[in-house]
């Protein structure tokens, strides 16, 4: 919905008290504290989704035991995004973009 500018179809999928976190590890551009409430989360993943390159793509896969998208730029893991649901809506969103972690993940993914 985000990646097609649906920002009511992102926001009935937000819970009102959705929590967001974001983990660059001082390597990467991240959030700089923990962001509560859905109007302040959608207006973080409009401004990401707005300042993505344009050679930017998504997968869906699970982590962790969670549902995660897998944000890539020319084909390198970038950023990782685990969801967690209750209630058929989104309250945590957790975003990984420390690039060590996302080197383990990667070469994990590939069968490294």
Known sequence: ALG???????AALLAEEVHLWSDGGGKAAAATRPL???DTVLRFLIGLRNKQPPNTTIATTEVN???ALLIY???DLVSVCNLVWEEKRISEIRFVRNPDK?????ARLRGD
């Open 4 to 10: 097609e500018g649906n920002v009511e179809g992102v």
């Open 36 to 38: 509560a409430g859905r």
């Open 65 to 67: 035991g969670a549902p």
């Open 73 to 75: 730029v020319n084909g």
């Open 102 to 106: 996302l080197q383990r993940l990667q």
